[in-house]
């Protein structure tokens, strides 16, 4: 087997890169311009006010030979298999630490959602920004970290079930987002990106309990069990038999064509 180095692959796939390129430009808005032309002057790093139309390639020859042609030659033949994570919750990445911290909390201690008076949330600047206090639709809720910390509160919410988006519209959870405060930690800045920092404060009438985590589940370093694996590919497959995933475990000794059939039929 012949492995071809960057400068190889790169050639080869110059003409694929390009098109990506052009179409992902084009679909930052298919109706403004303007926009593309905000995109080439925060990936080029110079303003771009000449024709799109008469100047577009030789902008994206620019891009490919700052960026994309940098990222292949650093990655390639580079395994990436510790920065895959999963999602147990339907929110932002950033916001897990954050909800775990606030379960844990929950499991930790005994206190009613009613007696909490106040809570704060110290993070890393990004997650620190998903600061959206009124969301209105349910994109705007997977962003909305004083959404995901007042839900995990609530004892009778499966938060990693996507119905748990429609939980506000039958319980007064401003009552709770409204006594949040979000800090952005400079320690925890220095921790990113290696880490994803997270400490939540929660006052009652009678006490304060904190917590803190630093990776949320889900990472290489904290791990799903198969338990909570199986539970969340259940969620998101509810009519798929779970015994056919059973194959798996015997993967090495079975031919590819046959697992697929195991798999999907």
Do not use: W
């Amino acid at each position: 087997m012949v492995l071809l180095g960057a400068e190889s692959i790169i050639d080869g796939e110059e003409g694929f890169l390009r098109t990506m390129s052009l179409e992902m430009f084009k679909n930052i808005d298919s109706n403004s311009s303007s926009d593309i032309q905000d995109c080439l002057n925060h990936y080029l790093g110079e303003h771009v006010d000449e024709s799109l139309d008469e100047h577009l390639d030789e902008y994206l020859d620019e891009y490919l030979d700052k960026y994309l042609y940098k990222y292949l030659d650093e990655n390639l033949g580079k395994f990436h298999i510790n920065d895959v994570y999963l999602k147990k919750y339907p929110f932002c990445r950033h916001l897990h630490s954050s909800i775990d911290t606030t379960l844990n909390i929950k499991g930790k201690f005994d206190f009613k959602v009613k007696d909490i008076k106040k809570i704060t949330i110290e993070t890393y600047k990004i997650a620190s920004e998903h600061d959206n206090f009124n969301p209105e639709s349910k994109e705007e809720i997977k962003q909305s970290l004083p959404y995901a910390v007042a839900i995990s509160c609530f004892d009778k919410v499966d938060i990693s079930d996507l119905n748990c988006l429609n939980f506000a519209k039958d319980h007064n959870l401003n009552d709770i987002i409204k006594i949040i405060n979000i800090k952005e930690s400079e320690e925890f800045n220095k921790l990113t990106p290696n880490y994803r920092p997270s400490k939540i404060i929660i006052e009652t009438n009678n006490n304060v309990y904190e917590d803190y985590t630093m990776l949320p589940k889900g990472e290489s370093e904290n791990p799903f069990t198969k338990e909570d694996i199986l539970k969340k590919f259940k969620s998101l497959n509810p009519n798929f038999d779970l015994n056919k995933l059973k194959s798996i475990d015997n993967i090495e000794s079975l031919n590819i064509a046959d697992f697929m059939k195991l798999i999907n039929f």
